[in-house]
């Protein structure tokens, strides 16, 4: 597979770059917008007598059965994916999401067809983790395998960036859809909107991704009839303990990263220091774009020094920011701004993780490795970080700064082995 390596990035890479960053966005985006409406669809897709407490545990409770299928689609995904092809899944993984965010905006409510609503909206929220479970490791291994060698840290900091930029969409759509209409209107009707939006979006998606080509590391193991012979899952789990290990702990930080500083930060905000909505939402559309800075940036050291490296500086900046900014949380804009810019960018040091995960399987099992380790890992510690940084809480207002300092301590010591390991 030499002749792939030394060359540079040429058009079609950039291409192949834009398009799978585009339909990562278009596809988180589908996948997050059930959160920011999440009172919304509490109130209409249950019973208007249950408790509110009842309500919302419910409604999230939906949220987070899109992150408990998530497994279970990757692994199936990723099985065919390094069996049959990586574009084939790359495609099948964005239609899987656009349909049932399309059907969702379709849905009729608690009120007309009772208690079938919340499981119809149930059923459409475990297709939607199906399909991301495939998409984020699959969309990874796409891009990895289409550029020369030397660049797979570039171009996985790139689609990281992307996927990132799906949750700032997904915010702006929210605010200017609440901003536009009012509360009775959103209810009324104004709420399928963003859903409608990211149903057309993913099906568009789908329709770029025809330019889209097999990856050449793909057609090569084809050609050399390389493909794993057995199940590729069970060649991961019986073959690759260490690389699972390390995959599912640079996971840990990818979701600790997210999770805290770009999902819970800002409800953080006005519930503990009681900042004004429209402020703590500035602050984090700052944070992200910061963040898809620091994806790229990180991504490109590691082709240049190595990940071993860059985690262990990427990890000491972000232990330190994050202890600064969650302890000098202020209501004057500029201070936030600048503060919550800086974290967003040391957050960026997750865009190490799909270099390290890349280089760690061999091709034949690399779509499965990734799929089997990241989503296992997302589906535990994305479920129970938000669990155990409520419960800190009632101990400390700077539980989210533990935590990330916590985090930080593991992937520090991620870095140490790596750069011991020599990559």
Known sequence: MSQYQNRSLNNQDYKTLFLAALGGALEFYDFIIFVFFAVTLGTLFFPADIPEWLRQLQTFGIFAAGYLARPLGGIIMAHFGDLVGRKKMFSLSIFLMAVPTLAIGMLPTYDSIGIAAPLLLLFMRVMQG???????????????????????????????????????????????????????????????LPFFLGGIFGLCAVYLRRWLHETPIFKEMQECKILAEEMPLKSVVFNHKRAVIISMLLTWLLSAGIVVIILMTPTYMQTVFHLEQSLTLKANSLAIISLAIGCVSVGYLCDKWGAGIVLIVGCLLLAATSWTFYHNISDEPLTLFSAYAIVGLS????????????????????????????????????????????????YTSQAPAYYMMSLSAIGILLGVYLRKKGM
């Open 347 to 394: 957050v960026g040091v997750i865009g190490a993780a799909p270099f390290v995960m890349v280089k760690s399987y061999p091709p034949e099992v690399r779509f499965s490795g990734i799929s089997f380790s990241y989503n296992l890992a997302y589906a535990i510690f994305g479920g129970l970080t938000p669990i155990l940084v409520t419960l800190l809480l009632k």
């Open 130 to 192: 199906a399909a991301i479970g495939g998409e984020v490791p699959g969309a990874w291994v796409f891009v990895a395998e289409h550029v020369p060698h030397k660049r797979i840290g570039f171009a996985c900091g790139v689609l990281t960036a992307g996927l990132t930029m799906g949750i700032l969409f997904g915010s702006l759509v929210a605010t200017i859809i609440t901003s536009i209409y009012i509360k009775q209107e959103v209810l009324d009707w104004a709420w399928r």
